[in-house]
């Protein structure tokens, strides 16, 4: 059996389906637009670029220096293409779809959001770590001079054992000056707040 906020979810979405079927269907259908567009723009990007020899070089001859530059060059043809467009034609929309709303509804919509915002959320994080960890294996793969180097070049073993390395520097050059940080607040602050006078 539902409970009542289930009940009141699903006729929430009942009555904006009702209310609002012709835009939804255009959102709909310019989200799939927009998904179609990427993958185009992405087949289109493998077969011209020179990073990974214009779709034609085996997983064994990429290095790091081209999947930084793919991704790079990849994420900006993207966003030419395919995001400030659909920018554009969502917030535009959006701006308009809302303006002609009557203040009943825009006032419904506006206590529907604080109480969606006061609800625990729960976020996956995890994230930015990725994207650190990344930048810094770059880094050490540019130091030990197999940034530009093919992957087949070296065993798997390599790629493997520097991963571990860039987290053990890491380590060791933030890990040590945040100890002594650390320490110095403690015994410069925590300490003396803790101790009687």
Excluded: S
């Amino acid at each position: 059996m539902e409970n009542n906020d289930e009940l009141k979810e699903k006729l929430f979405w009942k009555g904006i389906w009702r209310d609002f079927r012709i835009p939804l269907i255009v959102v709909i259908f310019a989200g799939i637009c927009a998904i179609i567009g990427a993958l185009l723009v992405l087949f289109w990007f493998i077969g011209v670029t020179p990073l990974g020899a214009y779709g034609t070089a085996l997983i064994g001859e990429w290095r790091m220096h081209w999947v930084v530059g793919f991704v790079i060059l990849l994420c900006l043809w993207e966003l030419i293409w395919v995001g400030i467009p659909a920018g554009l034609f969502f917030g535009l929309g959006g701006y308009l779809w809302w303006r002609n709303l009557t203040p009943e509804k825009k006032q419904f919509f506006k206590d529907r959001e604080k109480k969606e915002t006061h609800r625990k959320k729960e976020y996956g994080g995890g994230g930015g770590f990725g994207f650190f960890m990344f930048l810094f294996y770059c880094i050490y793969l540019a130091f030990d001079g197999h940034y530009n180097v093919p992957f087949g070049n070296e065993p798997y073993t390599y790629w493997v054992y520097a991963w571990f390395l860039t987290i053990m520097w890491l380590l060791i050059y933030i890990g040590i000056p945040a100890a002594i940080i650390l320490l110095i607040v403690y015994f410069a602050y925590w300490r003396k707040k803790r101790t009687p006078e």
